[in-house]
């Protein structure tokens, strides 16, 4: 079954950035769409970032021109750049692959994510 690895998450300072890395054995990442999650306490799943197999991108309105979502399909994986953090960032951020844009329903299991505290 795939296994979806979320890392690069952190305490970081408003204003500041991180870099999300999703992983996953074998080759989906390189042969599906992958979207980014985050989670906040009391509040649900919401996606952040879309990209296509060609690299495409889309972003909620809440990160745009802050977070940019790439990946290397050469070594299957997906990154997330997150600059100009700020607390209202502050969330588990998972990755998942879709089929299409528009799925909501993920190929693959959830995994634990990577915890990202923004301090003000």
């Known amino acids: 079954q795939v296994q979806l690895v979320e890392s690069g998450g952190g305490l970081v300072q408003a204003g500041g950035s991180l870099k999300l890395t999703c992983a996953a054995s074998g080759s989906i990442l390189s042969t599906h769409i992958v979207a980014w999650y985050r989670q906040a306490p009391g509040k649900q799943r919401e996606r952040v970032a879309t990209i296509t197999r060609s690299g495409d991108t889309l972003y909620a309105d809440s990160v745009k021109g802050r977070f940019s979502a790439s990946r290397d399909n050469a070594k299957n994986t997906v990154y997330l750049q997150m600059n100009s953090l700020q607390p209202e960032d502050t969330a588990v951020y998972y990755c998942?692959?879709?089929?299409?844009?528009?799925?909501?329903?993920?190929?693959?299991?959830w995994g634990q994510g990577t915890q990202v505290t923004v301090s003000s």
């Open positions: 998942n692959v879709f089929i299409t844009s528009l799925d909501r329903s993920p190929v693959a299991p």
